[in-house]
């Protein structure tokens, strides 16, 4: 098929007077189906009921150093913990503290303390007239939402696939002393599934901010989550780089487990320089005596090791990789070549990045919605919920069953074609 941009007025008419014609039957079809949030989908929580069986009222509770984890204790988390997410993480465990069911919560929990307290003994940011944080764009919504709450201003910088625009980080961190932070997900990122290149990561390690107290929010959310056996991304473990740049205590790194056993039942974990774990440590033990240790133990004596885990991250891919690539042989089927969009391929992680025209992704997830398909909110990629061209549309595969994601992103598309084909009539007219 031509391109849209190369049709004349009348084929594009003709094009979209069909294209109604389909949208009218999908209307008819009443489907719910929701391709918004990046949840693991039914069979991916069943493939962790093991878990539950790892312990039993006939179960030693305790460590191998000898702490019964029925009791109250150990603020940082189990040892075997440790050694289990130091590996997943890449970290040694010494660097890490293993919290509780969430990584959000632990990163909001950082942006809190830097309020109030300040980091390494620099000014609290709630004293300072202007805090502001760079956002890899199109990025997490969550992230923005902490940031935004704490009325954090926040600059968006453009993604690429080797990651944030540099220039521009390097630039502005070294001059404006206001810039406190930048939130990364430097693996399959939410949500293109970008990983940072080599340089990329150097040039984060090598910084060099004019706040002492600037911080790079790594948030390796997605580390393990890879689609395929033979096509994995690697990235390089910040924190070592950044010893080694002579930069240690630049980085909070972040992780869980939400998608690897349950999402708000795993268990999340901290890794970062001896220098800012004590830092932290000095407000943690006047928060609590010790997160969930029996959870953490569960995990422990579900996996064994990081050998286990890596093993059922294989069980979850077998069961995702389909659905992407569902979305993708629909998106090359109803799209490529009409010049109306642009797709992300991404080899882990949780979403595809979709960008359509400039001007189109409202009104497609608002028609795609009214035929009861449910996409995540245009905007919400951007901080504030404002992307200026009104173009990226993140769209999530794992949830929905095989059936209905595959309806889902015929409909999707067709509403691509519907918006894209009246948009490019109003301007011919
Ligand atoms: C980049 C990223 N970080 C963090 C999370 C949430 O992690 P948690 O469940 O550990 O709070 C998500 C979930 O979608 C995510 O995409």
């Known amino acids: 098929m031509k391109a849209y941009s190369e049709m004349t ?123 502001k944080f760079l956002c890899p764009v199109p990025g997490y919504d969550r992230h923005f939402a902490i940031t935004e709450y704490f009325g954090i201003e926040m600059i968006p910088v453009p993604m690429s696939p080797e990651g944030p625009d540099m220039d521009m980080v390097e630039k502005l961190v070294s001059e404006d002393d206001a810039i406190k932070g930048i939130w990364c997900v430097p693996k399959y990122s939410n949500p293109q599934g970008y990983s940072y290149s080599d340089e990329t990561v150097r040039r984060f390690a090598r910084l060099k901010p004019a706040a002492k107290d600037f911080r790079i929010f790594w948030d390796n959310a997605y580390g393990i989550h890879h689609l395929y056996d033979d096509q994995q991304d690697y990235l390089i473990e910040i924190l070592a780089e950044c010893k080694r740049a002579g930069n240690p205590d630049l980085v909070y790194k972040f992780a869980s487990t939400s998608k690897i056993t349950f999402p708000g039942s795993g268990i999340a974990a901290l890794a970062t320089s001896p220098n800012n774990l004590e830092d932290i440590l000095k407000q943690m033990k006047n928060q609590t005596i010790g997160h969930d240790k029996v959870n953490q133990l569960r995990h422990v004596r579900f996996f064994k090791d990081i050998h286990g885990m890596t093993e059922h991250m294989r069980k979850h891919a077998d069961i995702i990789r389909p659905k992407f690539e569902a979305v993708l042989e629909a998106f090359d089927r109803n799209l490529a070549g009409l010049g109306i969009g642009e797709w992300t391929k991404p080899k882990g992680g949780y979403f595809i990045s979709f960008d359509a025209l400039p001007g189109c992704a409202k009104s497609i997830v608002k028609l795609a919605k009214k035929a009861g398909v449910t996409m995540t909110g245009a905007g919400a990629t951007w901080p504030y919920g404002k992307d200026p061209e009104d173009k990226n549309i993140r769209v999530a595969p794992t949830y929905p069953t095989l059936d209905d994601l595959k309806t889902a992103a015929e409909l999707f598309t067709l509403c691509v074609r519907i918006i894209s084909a009246e948009k490019l009539l109003s301007e011919m007219n």
Do not use: F
């Not at 191998?64 to 993480?89: F, S």
């Not at 509780?100 to 309020?115: E, F, I």
């Open 9 to 131: 007025k009348e084929e594009l008419s003709a094009e979209l007077e069909e294209l109604k014609k389909q949208y009218h039957k999908y209307q008819e079809m009443d489907l719910k189906l929701d391709m918004s949030r990046g949840k693991p989908c039914r069979e991916q929580l069943d493939i962790s009921m093991g878990m539950m069986d790892a312990l039993n009222s006939q179960a030693d509770l305790t460590c191998e150093d000898g702490t019964d984890c029925r009791n109250y204790g150990v603020l940082t988390g189990i040892q075997e913990a440790k050694v289990l997410i130091g590996d997943m993480m890449e970290n040694n465990p010494d660097n890490i503290i293993i919290y509780g069911n969430s990584s959000l919560n632990v990163m909001y929990d950082t942006v809190s303390r830097a309020m109030t307290h300040g980091i390494l003994g620099n000014t609290p940011w709630c004293k300072l007239d202007k805090v």
